[in-house]
């Protein structure tokens, strides 16, 4: 072997899996990202249970300057958990039969509509006083998009609800409590893909 492909080969092997996010900006530790990313590829060809889409969806990396750019691996996330989560419907419809997939996913949305169905202000449980958590007005709009595309067939995509932000306020609504009903909704989306 030449040195020149010593040192192309080396180069392959270095190179970073995603881009670097700027020198100014934090990213994604690299090999939080890379052993997460592993793992679940891993359980994936294996066909091993440990990992589903819920579990992509939860992935969380500590930020580091040098680190990789946020959007590119949250964009390779959403790719993975859409993978676990056909494989999950093939496996359920496989073993229990369309119908009952589709009864789950029917159970789930009517679940979250119920829930969001609460008066607007009042959706979700508060923060204490000196507490902060999501803004109530920007939970509720969302709110009201999850419930046209549930109850009116509105156009709703699983990414959209993934890249939902809110801003903090005192006494905003429980972020575990909205973030848990996001995972419900996300859920739900990618069930009747």
């Known amino acids: 072997m030449t040195d020149s492909a010593?040192?192309?080969g080396a180069a392959r092997a270095a190179?970073?899996?995603?881009?670097?996010?700027?020198?100014r900006e934090k990213g994604y530790q690299r090999a939080a990202?890379?052993?997460?990313?592993?793992?679940?590829r891993r359980a994936f060809e294996e066909e091993a249970e440990g990992i589903g889409s819920a579990d992509i969806r939860a992935a969380s990396f500590p930020l580091v300057r040098g680190g990789y750019d946020i959007a590119a691996v949250d964009a390779a996330l959403a790719r993975v958990e859409e993978a676990f989560a056909q494989r999950e419907r093939a496996v359920v419809v496989a073993a229990d039969g369309a119908s009952a997939w589709v009864g789950r996913a029917?159970?789930?949305a009517q679940v979250i509509l119920d829930h969001?169905?609460?008066?607007a202000g009042h959706r979700f449980a508060r923060t204490g006083l000196l507490t902060?958590?999501?803004r109530v007005d920007e939970v509720d709009h969302v709110a009201k998009r999850i419930v046209r595309f549930l109850r009116d067939g509105d156009a709703l995509t699983a990414e959209q609800v993934r890249q939902t932000a809110f801003r903090?306020?005192?006494?905003?609504y429980r972020e575990e409590q909205v973030d848990?009903?996001?995972?419900?909704?996300?859920d739900v989306l990618l069930a009747i893909r």
């Open 6 to 8: 010593r040192s192309d």
């Open 15 to 23: 190179a970073p899996s995603f881009p670097v996010a700027s020198r």
């Open 33 to 40: 990202v890379d052993t997460f990313l592993g793992r679940a």
């Open 106 to 108: 029917r159970t789930e």
């Open 116 to 119: 969001l169905n609460r008066p």
């Open 132 to 134: 902060f958590g999501y």
């Open 168 to 172: 903090m306020q005192r006494r905003g």
């Open 180 to 186: 848990a009903l996001l995972d419900a909704t996300i």
